[in-house]
């Protein structure tokens, strides 16, 4: 299709293979279940999920089609946006993962609400809908750059995946200049005045903005409405016009096998000699087996690590997958310090996408700035309790808490997305404390690198930089991170990683992971639409019997694309 072409037919294309946005009732907003089947515990199904989130959510979708029985286990519920979601942030407290978890190291991340989610959809359920491309130089960062790790696959490998899931999503944007210049298939969102001083400060500044991509269609979308710019996009979309797999994927996947079994914990993955046998979870407070031909694990960057350290056996006495003392290393998280900027007029920075502008000028190493790799610019839109937050992470208290919440909506927010480097020793590990199932917790330790530092510093000036081009009044600049990957990491050889390029444990022909903790390197972008186009990827190969879940690879070398 010519480039004139695609620009008259955006938002008018519709996925393939993927009926999800014409399965959604438009008279209520829940996901139909009302034929979604029920397969027995002891029915040995073809695959048993755990994670109803990006991952397990949109490989569930592609085998479903491909006729594979399926059962998903969740650990939280099944939301229904209707009677569930409430444009509220203290009441929407119940979509993150709020259980027990420690947290150690000289960087600690706090875990909860901005990173972690709960119940099906998962984390997308209140991500902010962003949705960038990884650039080409995430998957080879190492040989580029001499950090970091490369991966095991290409961006070639995902960019057909990446294609797809943004028309499944879909994806509204500018075209797009970095990284592999692309276009979206809806277009741009129009713009708060908030975003206008942004982008007008940037350009004085010397940086270039694009409007987008977010994962909310510019229009409306087979059954699903048109964004109303309520700004409730984190704390979960009521109207299902911001794209989660709970609307996305799963009507598609149920209406073709899949049960989607909610409140049921993963509490083991059940292993005899080289392979999985199914899964062992707590539901009602009574413990249940699951078999299945076959297991993929999608429950995150914590949760994943964490289940897969439970279920150590004989033979797998450290932890499935980890014979060489990978599982749970490399954990990442973004730098995403933010800075707020003051002007004379009202702006209502929360009337919108919180993520409306971004720049990726800054995503690839340039060695005069002192660093490895980079990061990228957006909007942010804090409502006020996360506001408070801010301003209370600033340092301030009493009066001066309340004359910043009283002068709300003068304020506009940038935030930051900085590649920070994989270290093995920002781990996951089983503490002591137990949660509520009688299970060890998970404990994180995390510690920056230099690299990591110079990276944040340098892009909090710029930062600072656009506001001061813009005239800003004041600014208000706090540090905090974002985003979690790693700690299952893929590789060339079992010795440096936990799966293979086709995300199978190595040492076990039928265990899979499918989320967000197989990435080696984390970019500087939002990982949600890299997730969904790992797993589309892992469900074609699949599907297609690329990979079977019967015969162990022999190695990197073995593999075709």
Not at 62 to 82: H, K, M, Q, T, Y
Not at 201 to 223: C, H, L, Q, S
Request: charged letters at 25%; a negative charge.
């Amino acid at each position: 299709m010519s480039r004139r072409l695609a620009r008259a037919a955006k938002g008018a294309v519709f996925p393939e293979d993927n009926d999800s946005a014409f399965l959604l009732d438009v008279h209520r907003r829940a996901v139909p279940t009302e034929a979604m089947p029920h397969y027995r515990d002891d029915d040995e199904v073809d695959l048993v999920i755990v994670g109803a989130g990006a991952g397990g959510s949109v490989l569930a979708q592609r085998l479903a089609r491909a006729g594979w029985r399926i059962v998903i286990l969740e650990s939280g519920p099944f939301w229904d946006p209707d009677r569930d979601w409430v444009s509220d942030e203290a009441g929407q407290h119940k979509i993150y993962w709020t259980a027990p978890r420690v947290i150690g190291g000289e960087d600690p991340v706090e875990l909860g609400k901005n990173n972690s989610g709960h119940g099906v959809g998962g984390s997308m359920v209140h991500f902010a809908g962003y949705t960038p491309r990884f650039h080409p130089s995430d998957f080879e960062t190492y040989t580029r750059d001499g950090v970091g790790a490369d991966w095991p696959l290409s961006y070639a490998d995902l960019k057909p995946h990446y294609e797809k899931v943004e028309r499944e999503l879909p994806v509204a944007g500018q075209d797009w200049p970095w990284g592999d210049p692309h276009s979206y298939p809806h277009a741009a969102h129009p713009l708060s005045g908030a975003s206008e001083l942004g982008r007008e400060g940037a350009r004085k500044a010397g940086i270039e903005m694009r409007v987008g991509p977010v994962a909310i269609p510019n229009g409306t979308f087979g059954n699903r409405p048109h964004c109303i710019y309520r700004g409730f996009c984190l704390q979960g979309c009521k109207v299902n016009a911001k794209a989660s797999p709970l609307i996305t994927h799963l009507p598609d996947a149920i209406a073709h096998g899949v049960e989607v079994r909610a409140d049921s914990h993963a509490a083991r993955v059940e292993v005899a000699g080289d392979r999985v046998t199914g899964v062992t979870y707590l539901r009602d407070g009574v413990e249940r087996f699951q078999r299945g031909a076959a297991v993929a694990v999608c429950g995150y960057s914590i949760e994943t690590p964490r289940l897969l350290l439970l279920s150590a056996t004989e033979g797998w006495e450290d932890g499935l997958g980890n014979r060489h003392d990978q599982l749970g290393r490399y954990l990442m998280v973004q730098g995403a310090s933010q800075v707020a900027a003051r002007f004379p007029q009202p702006l209502r920075q929360w009337k919108a996408p919180p993520p409306e502008i971004s720049s990726e000028q800054f995503y690839e190493t340039d060695l005069a700035r002192g660093f490895a790799r980079g990061f990228s610019i957006q909007t942010v839109g804090p409502l006020p309790i996360a506001w408070a937050e801010h301003v209370l992470a600033d340092g301030h208290w009493g009066r001066g808490l309340r004359e910043y919440m009283r002068d709300y909506n003068h304020w506009t927010t940038l935030g930051l997305l900085c590649e920070l480097l994989p270290q093995a020793r920002n781990r996951v590990t089983l503490a002591d404390e137990h949660d509520s199932h009688g299970l060890p917790v998970a404990r994180f330790d995390y510690t920056q690198c230099d690299n990591d530092r110079a990276n944040i510093a340098y892009g909090t000036k710029v930062l600072e930089t656009v506001w001061e081009a813009a005239e800003a009044q004041d600014t208000l600049t706090i540090d905090r991170y974002a985003h979690l990957v790693g700690g299952a990491r893929m590789g060339f050889r079992p010795e440096e990683s936990v799966c293979d390029r086709d995300q199978r444990v190595w040492g076990l022909a039928n265990l899979f992971v499918c989320d967000g903790s197989v990435m080696p390197t984390e970019g500087s972008a939002n990982p949600a639409l890299t997730i969904m186009a790992l797993a589309s990827r892992l469900g074609e190969r699949l599907g297609k019997r690329l990979v079977t879940a019967s015969a162990e690879p022999a190695g990197a070398a073995s593999y075709t694309s």
